[in-house]
């Protein structure tokens, strides 16, 4: 069944958790290197391995970054709190548990508004935030034998612990009822937003290709007017800010399908496969998880002084949307061109490329123009097409000095997608140089002419605006590389018209 | 006096992948009980004015700075696991499916 469809029916309530890793230079509780992409179980120490003897000492910053966090989503700072054992068995956690939060986390009853188009225009919707609270990441695991690495059907897995230890931020959203239709739009803005507000803090890189924000989406639906919520589902592996729409989205027509049919929606995981935007479904959660939570026994608990929390709080960077209102008007760009930059995530893109020389509108042209085409060919956010902003600073100053034409440059932002170098090395690499020399052009431009004589006959009338064909001819047989004023006032020159 | 169900000592066992034989559950169950009623001993003493305890020393706000300290040689971390491949701690199936 197609969302609107759906939507005429049933009501979605949704709820997101999501996992920042905090960009602290050692791991949550022991002085382990957090540097991504280090070769495997080189980070790692008797404390994050969990061997017996060992303790664990809290790293002041990845607290102090999570009440931050905590303090910008308008919550409320918890005075006493304390970590808490997970107790569960998994080869991700060497200790077999995960030293986490339960009924006393740092941070509880927050929000954060989120700007979304409708059809009545621009309107908020207020997620509320249910708690904030710290914990540690898991090591990563990759499954042999069977098909396709999945844990269905390996063999045996093997495990790196470089990531187990790292401090861990779980944000989790109340449900958000009365999204209708938006649902999707409105989870992937608060994602979007959420990214924004936690790269301000610098208190992580943000980067869900790298994992470094993962999202895990509840959702349920009921009949229209029903006061009883249906049963829920829990997403998770949604990795990137389009695949929380889609997941979101694809979730309300499966539910709505099953529901129709007078089925029951199960309460269970469900993993996203991000290639085709669906889902499949993972263990069911009817034998109710029991972790045992206690009190963590070797780490005292934290007392957060209103001296501490203040000062905190004095720190703190403006919100994104107030910082994003002083860029706007700084760039010159309306609302609704805002809007849409901050929906496609292009914000700091854009900044860092006018950073690095641009100006404000080619910055955008780029982005949300002939990059967004491309994020969107390959299924991609923009941030993930891996293209570095000063890349595209220097292209535009290559097209404004001449030496690019459009469609050369559109052929260089193919070489910096599949990391060919920087626009000068592409230019150089694949021959993308401008033709605008005459004797290069003019057999072109003589065999255009002879091809096409009413063209000719009509611009010799004075009907300048006919010449299109001959120019595109032109640039056909240049490849896109000849420059096309020059193309234009050599053809009126042959044909003896005055431009 | 605290009741520990059959099925809750199950459950338990479960969790924290202990295989128990009837006559084992059986001793359990009466030893768990005694720990319970002695704790609850604990909570017939407490008035409301004593707040629970999860330390036992009265420590509070104790951190690090968020330095990085040398990691342990991998070669000999390894050499500790009873299994590795491609520089990974290799362990067992982990879903019981196929």
């Known amino acids: ?499 | 006096m605290s009741k520990i169900t059959p099925e809750a000592l199950k459950h338990l066992a479960k969790l924290a992948r202990l295989e128990l034989t009837e006559a084992e559950l059986a001793m359990y169950a009466t030893q768990l009980e005694i720990i319970l009623d002695s704790v609850d001993k604990i909570r017939e003493v407490a008035a409301g004015d004593v707040k629970p305890m999860s330390h036992a020393v009265g420590l509070t706000n104790v951190f690090r700075e968020d330095v990085i300290r040398p990691s342990l040689d991998r070669a000999e971390v390894l050499s500790q696991a009873p299994a590795t491949e491609a520089n990974r701690f290799r362990v067992p199936r982990i879903l019981n499916e196929d």
Request: proline content about 4%; charged content about 25%; hydrophobic content about 35%.
């Open chain 1, 1 to 499: 069944m197609k969302i609107l469809e759906a939507m005429e029916k049933f009501d979605p309530i949704i709820g997101l958790e999501t996992h920042v890793e905090l960009s602290t230079n050692s791991k949550m509780f022991c002085g382990c290197s957090t540097e991504f992409g280090a070769e495997p179980n080189t980070q790692v120490c008797p404390t994050c391995l969990g061997l017996p003897g060992s303790l664990p000492v809290p790293n002041k910053t990845a607290i102090e970054s999570t009440f931050r966090i905590g303090l910008a989503l308008n919550c409320q700072i918890t005075e006493f709190s304390r970590f808490s054992r997970k107790n569960y068995f998994y080869p991700d956690m060497p200790k077999d548990f995960q030293t986490s939060q339960y009924d006393e986390p740092f941070c509880v009853n927050g929000y954060l508004d989120v700007l979304v188009p409708t059809d009545e225009g621009d309107k908020t919707f207020r997620v509320e935030i249910e708690r904030v609270h710290l914990e540690e990441d898991t090591g990563k695991l990759t499954h042999s034998g069977g098909v396709t690495g999945r844990i269905h059907g390996a063999d045996y897995s093997l495990v790196d612990y470089n990531r187990a230890g790292i401090a861990l931020v779980e944000i989790v959203t109340k449900p958000v009822l009365g999204t209708g239709k938006y649902a999707g739009i409105v989870a992937r803005a608060y994602v979007t937003e959420l990214r924004d507000l936690l790269r301000s803090l610098a208190v992580s890189d943000v980067r869900m290709e790298e994992g470094s924000l993962r999202c895990d989406v509840n959702l349920s639906l009921h009949p229209k007017g029903a006061s009883e919520w249906g049963k829920r589902t829990e997403t998770k592996n949604v990795n990137s800010l389009r695949s929380v729409e889609k997941a979101v989205n694809s979730e309300i027509e499966r539910q709505a399908d099953v529901l129709t049919e007078g089925g029951k929606v199960t309460q269970e995981t469900r993993h996203f496969h991000e290639d085709s935007g669906t889902s499949s479904s993972g263990r069911s959660k009817e034998e109710a998880e029991d972790y045992r939570y206690f009190p963590e026994p070797d780490l005292v608990p934290v007392i957060a002084t209103s001296a501490w929390v203040n000062e905190l709080k004095t720190d703190l960077p403006q919100a994104p949307s107030v910082e994003r209102k002083r860029l706007a008007q700084e760039w010159g760009f309306s609302d609704e061109e805002m809007r849409d930059v901050v929906s496609m995530g292009a914000t700091d893109l854009i900044a860092q490329t006018v950073a690095a020389g641009a100006t404000a509108q080619a910055a955008r042209k780029w982005w949300l123009g002939e990059l967004a085409r491309k994020a969107t060919e390959a299924e991609k956010d923009l941030s993930s097409l891996g293209i570095e902003p000063k890349h595209i600073s220097e292209l535009e100053q290559l097209v404004v000095e001449g030496k690019l034409t459009d469609k050369l440059a559109r052929q260089v932002l193919d070489g910096l997608i599949n990391k060919e170098g920087t626009p000068s090395e592409i230019v150089q690499k694949r021959n993308l140089v401008v033709m605008s020399d005459d004797s290069s052009l003019l057999p072109a431009i003589r065999a255009a002419i002879e091809a096409n004589p009413e063209v000719v006959a009509k611009v010799k009338t004075g009907k300048l605006q006919a010449l299109g064909p001959i120019l595109g001819a032109v640039m056909k047989e240049t490849q896109g590389k000849a420059d096309a004023g020059k193309v234009r006032s050599l053809v009126l020159k042959e044909l003896a018209v005055e431009g």
